[in-house]
């Protein structure tokens, strides 16, 4: 009995983690230099989680997430603006719904985020 209830509990628990797919959504590709570029992506989970913005510093066949945005901002115009050797600026500009509104970031190139 309790090992059903055990199979039982695992099986659901597998199932609700796994539900929906991740679905990542190419925004911007910035070349740092001749080896490593930063790409940007609007990252979903389906219709009724919050998605978000990933940044990622990639390097030959692996990447990093350097940072993460709480929003998604799919369907953005994106810019990256240079600020100093190791200083970006992000901008989302909006074309749709709120138009000419714009949210802007800062980030590190060599920060990585802890996994």
């Known amino acids: ?7 039982i509990l695992v099986v659901l628990a597998s199932g609700c ?14 070349k740092l ?7 940007v992506y609007a990252v979903g989970f389906g219709a009724t989680t919050k998605g978000h913005t990933e940044i990622k510093k990639t390097l ?4 990093d997430v350097i940072k993460i ?4 901002y799919y369907g953005y ?3 990256i603006f240079k600020i100093n050797d ?13 138009r000419g509104m714009s949210k802007s970031f800062e980030f590190n190139i060599h920060d990585r985020l802890k996994q």
């Open 1 to 7: 009995m309790k090992l059903t209830t055990l199979l």
């Open 17 to 30: 983690f796994n539900m929906f797919n991740r679905k990542e959504d190419w925004l911007l590709v910035y």
């Open 33 to 39: 230099n001749p080896k490593s570029n930063l790409e």
């Open 60 to 63: 030959g066949s692996g990447s």
């Open 69 to 72: 945005i709480d929003d998604d």
């Open 77 to 79: 115009k994106t810019n």
């Open 86 to 98: 190791t200083l970006l600026k992000i901008t989302f500009i909006d074309t749709s719904v709120f």
